[in-house]
């Protein structure tokens, strides 16, 4: 069977919860994942593995649970489901200035109604766009000023972890890397 690359994005990892990366590396080589390497120490990996997207997911959360007591959510994406996200950018204009546009990797895709509920919400600066189990967001007076990122995974209901446009193209750039070896 062909090996896939993957990114795995950790949910609420910072302040009170770390990953020491080193240890992650670890784990999940031990835990039969190939090429394992992280980006930043604020929850991103990427790996290769012959497993599907659910599989890599639910072994790398036991995995992270047993080893490293990490009980939040994991959020895995194919290399090629990360490149249509990059492709599909509907703000190539906010690429500029790459941390204020974000990528949320959602759970799963939000329902219609929710989606609409957020709509209603967008009242600031902020642009936002869904497209499946992705969400894009452009902050132009930054994401630590956003009255409205706060408000998107409640009002979806469901959990999803954003990065900066330049994590997601240096995770991108990594799977790469990974793809080229196998």
């Excluded at 080193?22 to 990427?46: M, P, W």
């Excluded at 219609?112 to 189990?133: D, N, S, Y």
Aim: hydrophobic share 40%; charged share 25%; net charge neutral.
């Amino acid at each position: 069977m062909t090996s896939s690359a993957y990114v795995i994005l950790f949910r609420g990892v910072g302040g009170a919860t770390q990953l020491p990366v080193k240890q992650l590396r670890t784990v999940l080589a031990e835990g039969n994942f190939g090429h394992v390497s992280t980006y930043i120490n604020s929850g991103n990996a990427v790996l290769s593995s012959e497993l599907d997207e659910p599989g890599v997911a639910e072994r790398v959360a036991a995995i992270v649970r047993k080893e490293m007591g990490f009980e939040k959510h994991v959020l895995v994406r194919s290399h090629q489901d990360w490149q249509g996200a990059i492709s599909g950018n509907p703000f190539p204009d906010a690429v500029a200035e790459p941390t204020k546009l974000h990528l949320y990797a959602l759970e799963r895709e939000p329902d219609p109604e929710a989606i609409q509920k957020l709509t209603e919400k967008a009242t600031g600066t902020e642009r936002f766009t869904v497209q499946g189990r992705f969400l894009y967001l452009h902050t132009p007076d930054g994401m630590g000023r956003s009255l409205f990122a706060p408000k998107i995974e409640p009002t979806l209901k469901l959990a999803g972890t954003a990065r900066n446009w330049r994590t997601v193209l240096a995770l991108e750039e990594m799977m790469r890397k990974i793809a080229s070896l196998d």
